[in-house]
């Protein structure tokens, strides 16, 4: 087993998640229901990680989680993001672009289903 990526944010965890198992990709989670312990154990002990049931399949994994980094990035509830208008880049908090005042692109399908799944469950 190889660690793939590892986060705090549940959103990222659960498109990267999403992505793997389209790309029939096998994986395991760790620290998936460990968040209570924070405070009790550090942080860095406690961020959701995914690994890689078998290593064969790292490098196409990695792509994976290069496309989520990089032009297939989430516009997700508090990630920065990249005005449409003038290009600037703002962070997440921001609801408009504080140089053209364009409003912030809506979230992906990814972050309402991972929300959606959150709240269900």
């Not at 972050?111 to 469950?121: L, S, V």
Request: with cysteine.
């Amino acid at each position: 087993m190889e660690k793939l990526f590892g986060s705090d944010d549940e959103f990222l965890i659960q498109l990267l998640r999403s992505e793997l198992e389209e790309a029939g990709i096998p994986y395991l989670m760790k620290n998936e229901y460990i968040g209570g312990a924070l405070g009790e154990l550090p942080w860095q002990d406690i961020q959701q990680e995914v690994w890689l049931v078998d290593e064969s399949w790292f490098h196409q994994a990695t792509k994976v989680v290069e496309n989520l980094n990089n032009n297939g990035q989430c516009c997700c509830e508090n990630s920065d993001w990249q005005c449409e208008r003038c290009l600037e880049v703002n962070e997440g908090a921001f609801a408009i672009c504080w140089q053209c005042q364009t409003p912030k692109p809506e979230p992906c399908g990814h972050y309402r289903a991972a929300k959606a799944a959150g709240e269900q469950g």
